[in-house]
């Protein structure tokens, strides 16, 4: 098949770019290199488009049909509070690549929806449960999720199938600075033989899931009939201490954790996932464990560390710390 991945030079989308290509797919990739990085497509040989997903039409043209799309461009950090580019670029993009779907004739779109629509919801966190943004990057992507719903209602031929992300990590994150998961910033901290950081008392949880896995989903979606949206995650909380211990197990290292004061008046202690309804809808679960995971991106090599890590002070989501999952 013939594939657009949108955000394919970004941390995911590169990720899956090369694994579609592994298994033979003919691959475009468009980005507009806002945060995607040339070198996370090392070894691809598909064609790249260089176009913003939200502002320049004529990128429907310079990728020509495509038989699925995959839809990952969107700008991906949570504490970006320009709530009009946010919703240009997450929802406006939406739509085109929507339009571009219909009007090019791929029957098939895989997009990339964010656990950040659950907010502090309960958890483990369930696709039927309320929807409960708590930023605008969480609002552009429950926005994304209705304009699918109507799309989809109005063309009915289409199978279009949204991926709730829990907190995804693994290779090719980390031109995403800042925003990379907080498995990288820690790894980072420590291999630069600092303390590794994190707010007290570390008993805080994600439901952290590895980019292969989120690749396998994206995959899964693609082959089955069934729409709506999914979780992706593990269904497993790992806290801020147990991330530490396993990195300093697979690092070789060890270093007293230094617990800081949360500086944030609201923060999301818990993310966990329910990942029942994508075993049943779309057959997957994931396969890594957060210590498989870490010991598979980590493990017998350095990793692509923070380019820089403050001397003094961590800044907090170098801790690991922004306030909402994503
Ligand atoms: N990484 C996570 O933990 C996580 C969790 C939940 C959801 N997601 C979603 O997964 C998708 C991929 O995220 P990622 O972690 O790979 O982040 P990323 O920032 O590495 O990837 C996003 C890519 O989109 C590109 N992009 C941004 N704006 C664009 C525009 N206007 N036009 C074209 N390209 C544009 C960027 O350059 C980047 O390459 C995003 O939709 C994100 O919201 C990620």
Redesign the pocket.
């Known amino acids: 098949m013939r594939a657009l991945v949108?955000?394919g030079?970004?941390?995911?989308?590169s990720n899956l770019a090369l694994e579609l290509e592994a298994r033979g797919h003919d691959v475009v990739v468009?980005?507009?290199?806002?945060?995607?990085h040339f070198e996370n497509l090392r070894g691809f040989s598909g064609d790249v488009v260089a176009?913003?997903?939200?502002?320049s039409p004529d990128w429907i043209y310079r990728v020509g049909p495509v038989d699925a799309v995959f839809h990952?461009?969107?700008?991906?950090d949570t504490t970006v509070t320009d709530q009009r580019r946010m919703l240009e670029?997450n929802v406006e993009?939406f739509r085109n690549v929507l339009d571009f779907a219909a009007e090019t004739g791929a029957k098939r779109v895989v997009y990339?929806?964010?656990?950040?629509v659950y907010g502090a919801g309960p958890t483990p966190m369930k696709e039927g449960q309320p929807s409960q943004p708590l930023n605008v990057y969480a609002f552009s992507?429950r926005v994304m999720e209705r304009v699918a719903a109507d799309f989809v209602r109005d063309n009915p031929a289409m199978r279009v199938t949204g991926l709730r992300?829990?907190?995804?990590y693994g290779p090719r994150?980390s031109?995403?600075k800042a925003?990379a998961?907080m498995i990288w910033q820690l790894a980072g901290q420590i291999q630069a033989g600092k303390r590794p950081r994190v707010f007290q008392w570390g008993d805080q949880f994600r439901d952290f899931v590895y980019v292969k896995d989120v690749v396998e989903a994206n995959l899964r979606a693609h082959e089955t009939d069934a729409g709506g949206v999914f979780n992706v995650c593990v269904g497993k909380p790992a806290t801020f201490n147990k991330i530490i211990e396993t990195l300093h197990a697979v690092l070789g290292t060890k270093a007293e954790t230094e617990y800081f004061e949360n500086p944030y008046g609201f923060y999301q202690n818990e993310t966990l996932g329910d990942p029942a309804a994508a075993a049943k809808g779309l057959s997957f679960t994931a396969r890594w464990s957060i210590e498989d995971g870490i010991r598979d991106y980590l493990g017998g090599r350095k990793p692509a560390l923070p380019a820089k890590v403050t001397p003094s002070g961590v800044t907090p989501a170098q801790a690991g710390a922004q306030p909402t999952a994503?």
């Open positions: 949108t955000g030079a970004g941390f995911i989308g468009l980005d507009d290199f806002s945060v995607g176009a913003d997903v939200s502002r990952e461009a969107a700008i991906t670029v993009g990339a929806s964010s656990a950040g992507k992300y829990f907190n995804v994150e031109f995403k925003a998961s994503k």
